[in-house]
């Protein structure tokens, strides 16, 4: 049985930086490419970043390139996201997802989610 469980979220001023973490259980983790995606109120879902299971290829979602970080440690089976120079639209519940196979930052293209974690900026 897959799981993936989030970490990290919390509430934080403009500016601020949190760093996400996602556990991820029951699969071959390195085979895997993992994607973080964000639902904000009212918004749908949309993708964030996602990295190869070697870590070596990554892509962004153009708002935060420069600020956010995806990177993986496959001895500990977790992928992390430092989000750096927050910004009141950030805001939203951000999700963990796995994928088998080619990249892709279509929701309907991962395989596995996780519950999601809330992460709020003040302005």
């Known amino acids: 049985q897959v799981q993936l469980v989030e970490s990290g979220g919390g509430l934080v001023q403009a500016g601020g930086s949190l760093r996400l973490s996602c556990a991820a259980s029951g699969l071959t983790f390195s085979r895997y490419y993992m994607g973080w995606f964000r639902q904000a109120p009212g918004k749908e879902r949309e993708f964030v970043a996602t990295i190869s299971g070697s870590g070596g290829t990554t892509r962004y979602e153009d708002s935060v390139k420069g600020r956010f970080t995806i990177s993986r440690e496959n001895a500990l089976n977790t992928v992390y996201q430092q989000m750096n120079s927050l910004k009141h639209e950030d805001t939203a519940v951000y999700y963990c997802?796995?994928?088998?196979?080619?990249?892709?930052?279509?929701?309907?293209?991962?395989?596995?989610w996780g519950q999601g974690t809330r992460v709020t900026v003040s302005s």
């Open positions: 997802a796995a994928r088998f196979g080619v990249v892709a930052i279509t929701e309907r293209n991962y395989d596995y």
